[in-house]
């Protein structure tokens, strides 16, 4: 069984502190996603990394920065949180060419900024 | 015009009815094609995938896929409650690694 976990369910942080997100997958997946999830908008790409140490810029990587050091691990690292950076932010992985293969999502975490 | 629309909803069936989930999408040359289903305060899990024109079964669910309309769908039939949630359509954009989602249509089914 594919699993994606991610470090917290839940986070609060406040306005201008550096805040990491990290995410970790076990099934040797080359390709590995950020999204934020909001009401009414869906799942919308931060970041995503089709190999290690490689990252390209989604559609929305504005005040975001990515790590990926290890094959199983993709960090999203928020520099200086913003109260508009409070979401759902949900990691994905899959195998091969990216998008072919189905994205396993991990159980998300939900990040509040003060 | 967002590039992949759904209608948001919701959608309510009774139990047993068929239930029929509508997408639309921009990328006139998108090759492939994603149904997500997300449970209320969980992830979302890959239920259908389709890529040529025409009808994808899996069970309960059919995929049906119209790539001269841009135009895809998800059919459930003898729906159950437990198939109450959002349903994700998402397409592969032509650069071949971004997959774009729609904001999901919310599936009522009432027992």
């Known amino acids: 069984d594919v699993k994606v976990t991610q470090s917290s369910r839940y986070l609060v942080k406040r306005t201008g502190e550096k805040v990491f997100l990290e995410c970790v997958q076990d099934?040797?997946?080359?390709?590995m996603f950020w999204y934020r999830q909001d009401p009414g908008l869906g799942l919308r790409l931060i970041y995503f990394?089709?190999?290690?140490?490689?990252?390209e810029k989604g559609d929305i990587p504005e005040g975001y920065s990515v790590s990926r050091e290890k094959k199983e691990r993709f960090s999203l690292i928020l520099e200086s949180a913003s109260t508009n950076q409070t979401s759902m932010y949900l990691c994905?992985?899959?195998?091969?060419?990216?998008?072919?293969?189905?994205?396993?999502f991990g159980p998300g975490t939900r990040l509040t900024v003060l | 015009q967002k590039e992949v629309e759904q209608n948001s909803g919701p959608l309510s069936v009774p139990e047993g009815a068929i239930a029929s989930l509508n997408c639309t999408y921009s990328?006139?040359?998108?090759?492939?094609f994603f149904w997500y289903r997300q449970y209320s305060g969980k992830s979302p899990e890959l239920i259908m995938s389709?890529?040529?024109?025409g009808d994808k079964e899996d069970g309960r669910f059919t995929a049906q896929l119209n790539k001269a309309s841009q135009y895809v769908s998800l059919l459930i039939r003898d729906s159950q409650p437990s198939d109450s949630a959002t349903y994700l359509c998402?397409?592969?954009?032509?650069?071949?690694?971004?997959?774009?989602f729609g904001a999901g249509t919310r599936l009522f089914v009432k027992a």
């Open positions: 990328d006139r040359v998108s090759q492939s």
């Open positions: 994905a992985s899959s195998p091969g060419l990216a998008g072919l293969n189905e994205q396993f």
């Open positions: 389709i890529y040529s024109n």
């Open positions: 990394s089709y190999d290690v140490k490689m990252k």
């Open positions: 998402a397409v592969l954009n032509t650069g071949g690694f971004k997959t774009i």
């Open positions: 099934m040797d997946h080359e390709n």
